[in-house]
């Protein structure tokens, strides 16, 4: 007999029919692999989970009693929802840091009203309109802002004691950096208008500071495997921390790799030198069109993801400009980055986003931080997300490949005589298997130039592990087309 059985006896006497079902060979296409996301960001008090642990979820609505309403999980969980809702997706709950500050800022509101009319309050990108009337004192406007505010957003507010009821306290619901980034003002729109006689002075939430330690829930993390994780952080500890953690899934003993997004606001140069600061071909750090954006970075971030792993789970090798990250909310005008800004912090590490007609903001090219190699010489080989993407689904199907249909097979030399129907695998075959892979990854569209994989392919028995076949896949990666020449040679 020289057919390999895996359940059928061969001592088997006694007239019977044995079929056994084998499915190595049931997949025909190329592997399917589901992306997994992880949004990574802080609970407050009234959120039921236990700080460092994960859970599933759904929907932002699921994440208001794990971590609270207004959280910035919750903020994070909106912004993701709003762009993504078919990717598996978790939450990572983190605490406050117990030696954390919250950020505050204040409105001083002097009055009274002259005249009917409605205030037009931003925060954090979310419009709050307070009906005004005419006589309307100071502190009757300001009792009526903190009336209006939503539960949902990032902040309390309060106003003062007596003889400053007419200033409103805002405080970030999370401790942390992020806090400052909660943007606050007025009339952001084309055609609001403070009320005649009302004025309102906003001082910027600021003193936000210390954020919470990642060590113990990246721990949590165990070997889950999240293609894109998204988190708040852009201090030099979480991001180191963040950043080790990737680089070791990535490794060939854990294979469980992804990319982690971040955002940043600030000036082109303020980005750049963040930028220049990091070097991980894990790490994302992406911009929004301007200087000054009314989303909080942390709640932009997720919106990115969202949009990013529903585009790259469908092909993670397609150029992500033009890709609409929803309920955004542009810059002014103004604050815009031009393309030479945009052009300089792409060289700098950081991604960059556009705004389309009808205030859309899009992506425009994410790049990882990774600028230069061991050497310290300047290095583009991870440059592109859509490389990392790609790579992460090429080391899956490929492995995927040989572990469905080499599953229990015994290894031997090219040109032994075993017969027809052994589960046997020598490096003729292994190198034929290779071929067959690299064929459908071309017609996916993620690998081109088959007679350089062809001939640069090695698959060898190991020289001094007789147990072991290796492989040398040589890919060339598919390009993008990101930029365009034209010479318009005219003739009158």
Do not use: C
């Not at 709003?82 to 990572?92: C, L, M």
Request: glycine share 10%; charged share 15%; proline share 5%.
């Amino acid at each position: 007999m020289t057919i390999t059985f895996n359940s059928v006896p061969s001592a088997l006497r006694v007239p019977f029919m044995a079929v056994e079902i084998d499915n190595s060979r049931a997949q025909q296409g190329p592997a399917l692999l589901a992306y997994r996301v992880l949004l990574m960001g802080q609970k407050t008090a009234s959120g039921s989970a236990t700080a460092d642990t994960l859970h599933r979820v759904t929907s932002a609505d699921e994440v208001v009693p794990l971590a609270g309403r207004g959280s910035q999980l919750h903020r994070m969980a909106l912004a993701y929802f709003t762009n993504n809702r078919f990717t598996e997706t978790y939450i990572g709950v983190l605490a406050d840091n117990g030696s954390g500050v919250a950020a505050t800022g204040t409105l001083t509101v002097t009055g009274p009203a002259t005249a009917d009319g409605t205030l037009s309050l931003y925060i954090g990108g979310n419009l709050v309109s307070v009906g005004v009337s005419s006589g309307d004192t100071a502190t009757e406007v300001a009792a009526a802002i903190v009336a209006a505010l939503s539960t949902d957003l990032p902040v309390t507010a309060a106003v003062g004691g007596v003889g400053s009821e007419h200033i409103i306290t805002v405080t970030a619901k999370n401790k942390g950096t992020a806090g400052n980034d909660i943007d606050v003002r007025l009339n952001y729109q084309d055609g609001e208008a403070t009320p005649t006689g009302i004025a309102v002075a906003i001082v910027a939430m600021a003193s936000g500071a210390t954020n919470p330690t990642l060590t113990s829930l990246i721990a949590a993390m165990g070997d889950t495997w999240f293609h894109v994780i998204a988190h708040p952080y852009t201090d030099a500890t979480s991001l180191s921390a963040i950043e080790a953690e990737m680089a070791d899934r990535f490794g060939p003993m854990r294979m469980i790799d992804g990319v982690a997004i971040t955002s940043a606001l600030g000036s082109a140069s303020t980005l750049g030198t963040l930028g220049d600061t990091r070097n991980s071909p894990h790490s994302i750090i992406v911009s929004q069109p301007g200087s000054d954006p009314i989303v909080p970075p942390v709640e932009f971030a997720a919106g990115v993801v969202g949009a990013v792993a529903l585009a790259a789970n469908a092909d993670p090798a397609r150029p992500l400009q033009t890709l609409q990250v929803k309920g955004v909310l542009p810059p002014a005008d103004a604050d815009l980055f031009t393309l030479q800004e945009r052009n300089l912090l792409l060289y700098d590490g950081i991604g960059t986003t556009s705004v389309a007609s009808g205030g859309v903001v899009a992506l425009e090219r994410l790049v990882t931080t990774y600028q230069t190699n061991a050497a310290g010489s300047a290095d583009t080989s991870y440059l592109d997300l859509t490389t990392m993407l790609t790579l992460l689904y090429l080391r899956y199907s490929f492995r995927t490949r040989i572990q469905t249909r080499y599953p229990r097979h015994k290894l031997a030399a090219d040109g032994t005589r075993v017969g027809s129907g052994q589960a046997v695998i020598t490096p003729k075959i292994g190198k034929a298997e290779a071929v067959l892979w690299f064929r459908e990854m071309e017609e996916l569209g993620l690998v081109e130039n088959f007679e350089q994989f062809k001939t640069d392919l090695v698959v060898e028995r190991n020289a001094t592990n007789v147990n072991r076949l290796d492989f040398l896949l040589p890919p060339d990666l598919i390009n993008q087309f990101i930029t365009g020449g034209v010479k318009l040679q005219f003739l009158l």
